[in-house]
C-alpha cells in the first residue's frame, strides 16, 4: 500500500481478484491496432461485475488489476496514450518496460527534489 494513496493501492481483495480472467479474456482480443482506453474497460468490466454479483471497479483499481498481472507476469499488458492491449512482441515489451522505468525514475527524481526542502 502507497501512503496518500491506500485507497487506490491497497491489495486487490478476493472479489477483485476473481475479475482478473475476465480482464484478461478481454484484452486477449486487444492488439496495437485496437487498443482500449480504460473508461471503456471499467464500464465493460462493471456491467460483467453486475451480471455476475461482483464488486464494481474504477480506473485506479483498474491499473491494479493490470499491475497484478504484470507483476505475476501472466500477461503482456501494453499500456500507451492510445489505450491498452497485448503484444507478445519482444520489442513492444521492452519498449513497455523502458516506459515504466522511465515512469519510475521521474518519480524519484520528484521524491530527491522534495528532499532538497528538507
Known sequence: MINNFEDFT??????ELKLVAPLM???RTKTKENTIKAPEIVKAMNVFA???????ITEPRLRKLVNHIRVKGIMPIIATSQGYYVSYDKQEILDQIHSLN????????????????L
Not at 10 to 15: A, C, G, I, K
Not at 50 to 56: A, D, E, P, R, T
Not at 102 to 117: D, K, M, T, V, Y
Open 10 to 15: 491497497e491489495e486487490l481483495t478476493p472479489d
Open 25 to 27: 479474456n478481454g484484452l
Open 50 to 56: 453486475q451480471k455476475n454479483g461482483l464488486i464494481k
Open 102 to 117: 522511465q515512469r519510475a525514475n521521474s518519480i524519484l527524481n520528484s521524491a530527491n527534489g522534495l528532499r532538497n526542502f
